[in-house]
């Protein structure tokens, strides 16, 4: 059974940082699409970073670039997103989603927005000003 486990959501002031963790179980990150994504009260659900392990390709939503960095770690399993200058609009509740297998062709051509097949539970960043 496939798990993925997100943790390192807070609260901070406007200019903080937070490192989000995903955590897999039943699953390995090896040359795989996996992303991040956010979903802020009354909003739709917004892809942020994106990536894939096999070669470290990564993508960002434009409102991010710069400021968050997606990276992985496939000795321990888990993808990582670095969070620097918050904004208080970077309040929401972000996701974790992996796919099942290598990226398809669709995948690169729309990463942020890509029909992932798995989901974490979230965790929730909340920014102040």
């Known amino acids: 059974q496939v798990q993925l486990v997100e943790s390192g959501g807070g609260s901070v002031q406007a200019g903080g940082s937070l490192t989000l963790s995903c955590a897999a179980s039943?699953?390995?990150?090896?040359?795989?699409?996996m992303g991040w994504f956010r979903q802020a009260r009354g909003k739709q659900r917004e892809g942020v970073a994106a990536?894939?392990?096999?070669?470290?390709?990564?993508y960002y939503a434009d409102s991010v670039q710069g400021r968050f960095t997606i990276s992985h770690d496939t000795a321990k399993n888990t993808v990582y997103l670095q969070m620097n200058s918050l904004k208080p609009e970077d309040t929401a509740m972000y996701y974790c989603?992996?796919?099942?297998?290598?990226?398809?062709?669709?995948?690169?051509?729309?990463?942020?927005?890509?029909?992932?097949?798995?989901w974490g539970q979230g965790t929730q960043v909340t920014v102040s000003s």
């Open positions: 989603a992996a796919d099942r297998g290598p990226p398809p062709r669709n995948w690169w051509r729309h990463p942020l927005t890509y029909a992932y097949d798995y």
């Open positions: 990536i894939y392990t096999g070669g470290g390709h990564t």
């Open positions: 039943g699953y390995t990150i090896s040359s795989v699409s």
